[in-house]
């Protein structure tokens, strides 16, 4: 089992350029997350997905949009990225709710935007 | 203020220390989470709890509803141990994680 998987785990853009961080995860789950990580603050949601076709916008949505194409995979793009984009993505997935179980996590996509 | 807010922010022990690492929210809760991110920056659950006491090897979460609080306990550290340990509360009302900024461990041999 790979648990969750982001790519890319590193990317520098431009100003304005856009990109997609894909997730995808393997066991099965119902609930799949992006947050970001930036220094001193706690993690922070921007998109949540409860099921295959359904999203929910979280703290920080400004920005981004989330595509949930399958059961496994949950896409988040930046459509025209900006510097106060920076920052550590994560993805995660539970087994149900927004109330989440058990949460997996993936490694991590380290975005600069300059 | 932080809705939710861990203490210390920095923590170093020597190896073989027992540490508690504490959190307090302001928010209720449904249940609460402990997560470790390593230094490479994986996250991984360690415990979710709702009431009373949790232990797995030599880590051991508790919570007391009534007071706000949640502990981490680590037993007989050990240098891997070292690592950003997260609490995260679940809020009752908007079932939304809240999580706190984090506190880092390092133990040295």
């Known amino acids: 089992n790979a648990g969750v998987t982001q790519t890319p785990k590193f990317q520098v853009l431009k100003t304005g350029q856009s990109m997609t961080l894909q997730c995808a995860q393997d066991?099965?789950?119902?609930?799949m997350y992006w947050y970001r990580q930036d220094p001193g603050m706690g993690l922070r949601l921007i998109y949540y997905?409860?099921?295959?076709?359904?999203?929910d916008k979280g703290e920080v949505p400004n920005g981004y949009n989330v595509s949930r194409l399958n059961k496994r995979e949950f896409s988040l793009r930046l459509e025209s990225a900006a510097p106060s984009q920076t920052s550590v993505y994560f993805c995660a997935s539970s087994v149900f709710g927004r109330a989440p179980g058990e949460l997996f996590f993936g490694e991590g996509s380290r975005l600069t935007v300059l | 203020k932080n809705e939710v807010e861990q203490s210390p922010q920095n923590l170093t022990a020597q190896e073989g220390e027992f540490i508690t690492i504490n959190c307090s929210y302001s928010?209720?809760?449904?249940?609460l989470h402990w997560l470790q991110q390593h230094p490479g920056g994986g996250i991984v659950s360690l415990f979710m709890l709702s009431s009373g006491k949790k232990k797995h090897g030599r880590l051991i979460a508790t919570i007391n509803i009534q007071e706000k609080h949640s502990s981490l306990h680590i037993t007989a550290s050990h240098p891997r141990d070292s690592a950003v340990y997260i609490c995260?509360?679940?809020?009752?009302?908007?079932?939304?994680?809240?999580f706190g900024t984090g506190t880092r461990l390092q133990v040295f041999p």
């Open positions: 995260a509360a679940i809020s009752y009302n908007t079932d939304k994680l809240i």
């Open positions: 928010v209720g809760i449904s249940a």
């Open positions: 066991m099965n789950h119902n609930s």
């Open positions: 997905s409860a099921s295959e076709g359904t999203t």
